[in-house]
């Protein structure tokens, strides 16, 4: 990361590897949970999305392999593109493997009540079938 000061990281996953990626990063940025059920779960939720002064930076977002990205927090971006693989050895036989994306021109952080709906209204329509 060029100036970790100024990077916007983003991680749609769990909590385990958004804590590597904020530990583990060069200059341990502040990385962002996209929670979709607008549950507290760690810290990295606690603090927030980013703020109106990351409007149009660009971002690193990170899933579990084969993940798409949510379609609320795609939106939040100008474009997004496949930034590659990323396979880290966590030591013994443990690996964790991320697909990377490059978010750019970040436009505000998304409401995570419009997921939650979104994911109950999936998961009512699944039970009905």
């Known amino acids: 990361l060029?100036?970790?000061s100024k990077a916007l990281v983003i991680s749609a996953t769990?909590?385990?590897p958004v804590s590597l990626l904020a530990y583990y990063l060069p200059g341990q940025p502040r990385v962002y949970r996209w929670n979709p059920t607008g549950i507290v779960e760690s810290q990295h939720e606690i603090w927030g999305g980013?703020?109106?002064?990351?409007?149009?930076?660009?971002a690193l977002i990170a899933t579990h392999v084969g993940q798409e990205i949510p379609p609320e927090l795609a939106a939040?971006?100008?474009s997004?593109?496949?930034?590659?693989i990323k396979e880290t050895h966590l030591g013994g036989r443990r690996w964790?493997?991320?697909?990377l994306w490059r978010g750019r021109g970040f436009l505000e952080w998304p409401d995570p009540a419009a997921a939650s709906l979104r994911?109950?209204?999936?998961?009512a329509g699944a039970s009905r079938r």
């Open 50 to 58: 980013p703020q109106e002064n990351l409007r149009g930076s660009n």
């Open 14 to 16: 769990g909590r385990s």
């Open 119 to 123: 994911l109950a209204e999936t998961a």
């Open 76 to 78: 939040a971006f100008r």
């Open 80 to 84: 997004i593109e496949p930034a590659g």
């Open 96 to 99: 964790e493997k991320l697909q």
């Open 2 to 4: 060029p100036d970790p």
